[in-house]
Nanobody, 115 residues
Framework: QVQLVESGGGLVQAGGSLRLSCAAS????????MGWYRQAPGKQRELVAG???????NYADSVKGRFTISRDNANNMLYLQMNSLKPEDTAVYYC?????????WGQGIQVTVSS
């Protein structure tokens, strides 16, 4: 198991940028997959971006080219750089870490993009 705590959310105007951070309670070196999900009101939780232990990334079509996921293994951190934000990016964002024996989630952090 690993505990995850998100930070960096808040209010931003459309076109602006925000960086979300996820602090893990232990080493993330051995965690094969880490990702960011989001859930908007009335919608299902969706994968925004994921990154493997090898550095491979994948993004939802809606954020591709605007968001960048990265992991800092030395500091047990996961990041999501969010650029060119749109109102439709408004959601609660969740950090996720998944291995063969656990699937951990952060508490979620609100991102609100105003038009």
């Amino acid at each position: 198991q690993v505990q995850l705590v998100e930070s960096g959310g808040g209010l931003v105007q459309a076109g602006g940028s925000l960086r979300l951070s996820c602090a893990a309670s232990r080493s993330i070196v051995g965690i094969n997959f880490m990702g960011w999900y989001r859930q908007a009101p009335g919608k299902q939780r969706e994968l925004v971006a994921g990154i493997t232990s090898g550095g491979s990334t994948n993004y939802a079509d809606s954020v591709k080219g605007r968001f960048t996921i990265s992991r800092d293994n030395a500091n047990n951190m996961l990041y999501l750089q969010m650029n060119s934000l749109k109102p439709e990016d408004t959601a609660v964002y969740y950090c996720n870490a998944r291995s063969g024996w656990f699937n951990s989630w952060g508490q979620g952090i609100q991102v609100t993009v105003s038009s």
